[in-house]
């Protein structure tokens, strides 16, 4: 029998504020030692399938060997540790992937690595300020409490940003078609537009 016991006296906020530095910047915070992983990587050894190019992202060039047939999605969490992309349906269904490619969201999942030579990737690594400072987005989603387990946040402010400068965020149903496509299990649409309409009124996307 199993008698080892569990502290349950910990304060349940510290939970609440795990959650919220994770879902902000998809991924969970790393200690200082573990910056210099996060540092752009040196070129991989090509293998005789694998030529090398570079990918640019979140203001970084990487320098990459992979298979063609590699996709955006696989590319940023396998080969560039950036697991803030998430992998959820793989199908281009749930939204989870998004990232901005050129400023415009798109599915990671359904994109290859290899096109995006010469353009220009953001994930929710990339948008906070180098000096911890939250992008407007990230700031009207913790103000709106939008999100509840997180999974689904890194692709929801990506595409909340794509759909603002889109030009698509005009009302609140504007703002429920032109984000369908990112789901969320937890239900917490109607914060999603409330932050979204936060940070359009403040002129930013």
Known sequence: ??????????????RRRFLVGSALSGTVPFLPHEAEARAPLAARPPGDAAPGFALHVNAHVYQVALDPRTTLLDALREHLDLTGVKKGCDHGQCGACTVLVEGRRELSCLSLAASMQGREVTT?????????????????????????????????ILSAIGCIREGHAGTPVDIREYMSGNLCRCAAY?????????ARDQGEG
Do not use: W
Request: charged letters at 15%; one cysteine or more.
């Open 1 to 14: 029998m199993d008698t080892e016991k569990h502290d349950t006296t910990a304060p349940s906020s510290n």
């Open 124 to 156: 929710i690594e990339g948008l906070a300020t180098p000096d911890g400072r939250l992008h407007p987005m990230q700031q009207a989603f913790m103000n709106h409490d939008a999100f509840q387990c997180g999974y689904c946040t890194p692709g929801q």
């Open 190 to 198: 109607p914060n999603i537009v409330a932050a979204i309409e936060q």
